[in-house]
């Protein structure tokens, strides 16, 4: 609670202060609507919105501004993963600790925003608040409600996920008959938060195009599995349903009894099985995905990641990546989901990968599916998804270009969320790191008012560095679960003391109980010429 306390506190302290205008100078811009590398672009945020893109050369900026030179790197959207899961089962695998350092590692690889498609909402809620909020490190949340038949809710998954209910009994696993009201499911999905349904299992074709039409008429994205069964996918796609996963599942419109074959690991019958892989089979199917603008949420990170299991995963990822690369040929919109999750990696990025070397997307084909198509599966694609004016400043900064060649997506050098500039950690061109315990004390090394893995200052008056300073010093402490409150001592450098008092009270507003004790005195020559240094020492 304390710690959650301290971050609230700078969230209201971030929003009192306006540091003024950011420039990004001199960048090469990744337009994922035109498919081209923009050169030597300006991008001018202010009140985490772009206000402005133009070439770098024909822009006056204003002597606030605070100016970031990007020379020879490469600007993308921020990434959007369009198919995570991180409250299946909040108790064990999903629990706060283990999730948030994941949501952690994706935002600091550049993943500004994830689809989660089902769990616990109860969880969902308060971590999708934390991160709209920038309480937490963590992409923004835009998560489901599950929808299925009554035998579906017997999956332990399902179980887990309703703990203290009764799976399917609740709004946010919701078992439909033919008798159910689905107004009623609808407003209660749209009380837990959520932004969209999943439509997962043991649906029929009527059931189908019932659910698609009433949570379309209460402004919910409507969401499905490929494969619902009974209802197969083209049932999906007729009813309008907007965005289907799971591209091997495709082959449902084929296989008779797909079930068996998918849930049941039984040998599908060899003569659909045959003509599964034929690329004229499914003509009829992706012209009708073309003429309802369905997506394909591909998932082939979880296709591969189980290839080697036994014979029917391996036909199954065979299906993954015919069918996603013969949808990409058709036309079809590919959205960049990974249904995978790692504590170390960005899978996010292996799903690039296999899109551009398995499916033939080309390297900003993948990008586009990870960054506007994702938005618009999201239903955000006027706020996000682009590099545009008027849009959210979410971007990834880029040392290799991307675009040119997949694998440099583990180049990021920034990651921006809302306009910010993101802590991702010890910086490996300083001769020190951030902080090192020792017993049960914290030694952090002192931190000046620069943007988080930048040498800029965050401004030129003593305020805007101050302010900058201690939201570094808190970035610090979180990495360690600590707060402002867990702070026993600092000492305050500054260039000029006559600027005490300006210093002391930004000081003084990130502590909300007692002060701790604190040493000040001025030095000549401080990091970057910054106008203030703050060093702290914290107890666990």
Known sequence: MKKLYSALLLVWISSQVNAGPTALTNVNLIDVNTLTIIKNQTVLIDDKHIQRIANSDEIDLSPDTVVVDLKDKFLSPGLIDAHVHHATDPDDWDNRSDTLKRLRNLLRGGVTSVRDMGGDTRVLSGLKREALLDIIQSPDIYYSVIIGGPEFFADPRTVSSAKGHQSGAIPWMAAITDETDLDAVMLKALGTGATGIKIYAAIDQQQIAKLTTAAKKHGLKVWSHVYVGPAKPSNAISAGVETISHA???????IDNYRE???EDKAPNSSQEKRSYQTAEYNDLLNLMLKNNTILDATMTVFESRKTLNENTK??????VLLTKLAHEYGIPIAAGTDAFSDQEVMLY??????VNEAKLSPIQAIQAATIN????IGQSTSIGSIETGKVANLVVFDKNPAEDIANLDSVSHVLKNGQFIYRGADSRLPFIPAKKVGNTLWMSGQIGNLPGTMVLAGGTIEAQMHQTMKNILSVLAEHGLGFEHVTKCTLMLA??????KASEVYKSYFTKQLPTRSAFAASGLALNAKAEVECIASY
């Open 248 to 254: 091997p599942d495709l082959s449902a419109e084929i």
């Open 261 to 263: 074959w998918r849930r």
């Open 315 to 320: 036909k199954r990822y065979r299906h993954t």
């Open 350 to 355: 292996k799903e690039l990968e296999l899109l």
């Open 374 to 377: 994702n938005a618009k599966v």
């Open 496 to 501: 000029d003391i006559k600027e005490w008092g």
